[in-house]
């Protein structure tokens, strides 16, 4: 073992860790109306806790354990039997295996997280809590070992995910639009736009976002070493250029720009560099920013009005559309130079790469969109997904944790 890379992947993990708690729970806090903001920061705190159960109990297993036909971990790692302080030389030679386990478990814990921003301000807690269980355990953690699980089918097939490209955004955010259509648009979408209660509420989830995402990136290298480097700088630059990129183009198009767009657009770039980040350099890391920020501003701003469907806080437009982005982006820019455990992209002269990235795409677009439908119908069934309108009206602050955010002194 070496205790460089231990310390560095535990630090990553609570890099990781915060990045759901505050800062997702702020980011979309903030944008809710003020009747929701409460919900939102207990729906990202309860997950925190729920998942962690989740994962230490029988998550990790299934999506780490040994392999049953490349679809599924067997359950022989649940309760953690066996996950001690040695390495496991399947996933990381150099640090305890508890550690790695941490490491991922924060990944399974912000990923259902990302999707409340679709349905936000009209779930009941209850549907939301069992929802979250269910999509953990039938669609996270399949997908996770299919991608880097050994013997997974994908990972064998070759894609590349260095953290989360398919895993983590493209799952959540088709998860999200397909809950958004069949949930329908919030009570009094219809009238007008429903504008953010907190900007610097989100300003500042968006920053902390920003931070954690290098112990999600660099800290997916599972060493401190020049690949986890490579990640960290590949991650700021195309972050900074969708940020920017963003702006400009918000200038461009509305005659100024906003400081809600430039944080959506670096939110973005942290998505699309996700899958990449360990496998490209950073001068075509500022490519996939600038990329980025153009795809996603159509999704956002354009297609989704035109469509007419609520993605409440653009979880489809900008983890979905991004990760999409991120993961052909790969396909075309990755380069053993950067990385020798992965693969030539097509401007590297690997065409057969792109297509395997598409294919990868394809199959998690497919399995998280089908697997969603279904455990939304159960869910919906068994207690109802949806608050009754007037709940709604009044907020679920209120009626689903019974609290207030603010208070008015007379």
């Avoid at 399974?108 to 269980?133: D, Q, W």
Wanted: charge should be neutral; aromatic fraction near 12%.
């Amino acid at each position: 073992m070496n205790s460089g890379d231990t310390a560095w992947v535990l630090m990553s993990t609570a890099l990781v860790l915060l990045m759901t708690m505050p800062g997702l729970a702020f980011f979309y806090g903030g944008l809710v109306r003020r009747k929701n903001v409460l919900s939102i920061l207990m729906q990202c705190f309860i997950i925190l806790c729920v998942i962690s159960l989740q994962w230490v109990l029988f998550g990790y297993s299934l999506a780490f354990g040994p392999d049953f036909h490349g679809l599924i971990g067997n359950l022989s790692w649940a309760g953690l039997n066996g996950v001690g302080s040695l390495p496991n030389k399947d996933y990381a030679a150099t640090i305890p295996h508890s550690v790695f386990m941490a490491f991922q478990m924060m990944f399974a814990v912000i990923t259902p997280a990302l999707i409340i921003g679709a349905y936000a301000e009209r779930v009941k807690f209850p549907a939301f809590l069992l929802f979250t269980i269910l999509w953990a355990t039938f669609v996270y953690d399949p997908l996770a070992h299919w991608v880097w699980g050994t013997g997974g089918w994908l990972k064998n097939l070759g894609a590349l995910d260095f953290a989360g490209g398919m895993v983590v955004h493209i799952s959540s955010g088709v998860s999200a639009l397909v809950l958004a259509l069949l949930l329908g648009k919030r009570v009094g979408l219809n009238y007008g736009p429903i504008r953010p209660h907190n900007l610097p509420f989100a300003v500042l989830g968006g920053a902390l976002l920003w931070f954690g995402w290098f112990g999600f990136n660099a800290g997916s290298a599972l060493a401190a070493d020049g690949l986890a480097a490579n990640a960290f700088v590949t991650t700021n630059t195309a972050t900074a250029a969708a940020g920017l990129t963003w702006a400009l183009i918000e200038w461009w198009h509305n005659g100024t720009p906003t400081i809600l767009g430039t944080v959506t657009g670096a939110v973005a770039g942290l998505v699309a560099i996700t899958p990449a980040c360990g496998f490209v350099n950073p001068m075509n890391a500022l490519f996939i920013g600038m990329i980025v920020a153009f795809v996603c501003y159509i999704a956002v701003a354009v297609i989704k009005g035109k469509l007419g469907y609520d993605d409440s806080l653009d979880a489809f437009g900008v983890h979905g559309v991004g990760g999409t982005v991120g993961t052909i982006a790969t396909g075309l820019f990755a380069e053993k130079a950067v990385n020798a455990a992965g693969a030539n992209g097509l401007l590297f002269g690997n065409a057969h790469q792109l297509v395997v990235q598409s294919l990868s795409l394809l199959a998690t677009v497919a399995f998280a969109v089908i697997m969603t439908f279904i455990i939304f119908k159960i869910v919906d069934a068994l207690i109802g997904m949806r608050v009754e309108e007037k709940n709604e009206l009044v907020g679920l602050d209120l009626t689903q944790q019974s609290e207030a955010a603010y208070t008015v002194i007379e």
